[in-house]
T-cell receptor, first 111, second 112 residues
Framework: GENVEQHPSTLSVQEGDSAVIKCTYSDSASNYFPWYKQELGKGPQLIIDIRSNVGEKKDQRIAVTLNKTAKHFSLHITETQPEDSAVYFC??????????FGGGTRVLVKP | EAQVTQNPRYLITVTGKKLTVTCSQNMNHEYMSWYRQDPGLGLRQIYYSMNVEVTDKGDVPEGYKVSRKEKRNFPLILESPSPNQTSLYFCASNWDRNSPLHFGNGTRLTVT
């Protein structure tokens, strides 16, 4: 089955700097890649997603890139703010519609 | 307000004592699912349901039961909890299997 690896497991950045989280997947048939943000005491919430026919997608300060050949995708957060501190999860959905999550990245934005 | 509601938020129990975690959604979603979150392992699916009376196993179903008697409710049942089921549990719902998941706020379970 699909295996999704996420790095790093923790990331500390200075406010205003950029943060990058990387994920690799194993199933070349995976076609949908969402990113979820989990704030303390809450459930994960979708922040951005990308489909396999697109290489990059942006939404204000966040962007996701996808390299199908290398089977990896990344989340980029620019101009980080304290409210970006959270746990971020990547995921990949296979052609069989099963969603597999990465292990999560705890991001800390230092003021 | 559209939401997924889980209860309780925190639960401490002893090995072997049956428990139920409730989940309810008010968005008329067809799909509902349960996940457990453990450090470094991300979210792993326990069970999911495509509609009333239709359920199927996820990746880690051992030791859990579910039921879907009504569209809005999807309780998670641990008939004989064990310490390895200590975890953070999330219920989620979505329109269909291709749409984004809406998660509840979690239930932190400790089994001693």
């Amino acid at each position: 089955g699909e295996n999704v690896e996420q790095h790093p497991s923790t990331l500390s950045v200075q406010e205003g700097d950029s943060a990058v989280i990387k994920c690799t997947y194993s199933d070349s048939a995976s076609n949908y890649f969402p990113w979820y943000k989990q704030e303390l005491g809450k459930g994960p919430q979708l922040i951005i997603d990308i489909r396999s026919n697109v290489g990059e997608k942006k939404d204000q300060r966040i962007a996701v890139t996808l390299n199908k050949t290398a089977k990896h995708f990344s989340l980029h957060i620019t101009e980080t703010q304290p409210e970006d501190s959270a746990v971020y999860f990547c995921a990949a959905r296979t052609a069989g519609n099963k969603l597999t999550f990465g292990g999560g990245t705890r991001v800390l934005v230092k003021p | 307000e559209a939401q997924v509601t889980q209860n309780p938020r925190y639960l401490i129990t002893v090995t072997g004592k049956k428990l139920t975690v409730t989940c309810s959604q008010n968005m008329n979603h067809e799909y509902m699912s349960w996940y457990r979150q453990d450090p470094g392992l991300g979210l792993r699916q326990i069970y999911y349901s495509m509609n009333v009376e239709v359920t199927d196993k996820g990746d880690v179903p051992e030791g859990y039961k579910v039921s879907r008697k009504e569209k809005r409710n999807f309780p998670l049942i641990l008939e004989s909890p064990s310490p390895n089921q200590t975890s953070l549990y999330f219920c989620a719902s979505n329109w269909d299997r291709n749409s984004p998941l809406h998660f509840g706020n979690g239930t932190r379970l400790t089994v001693t």
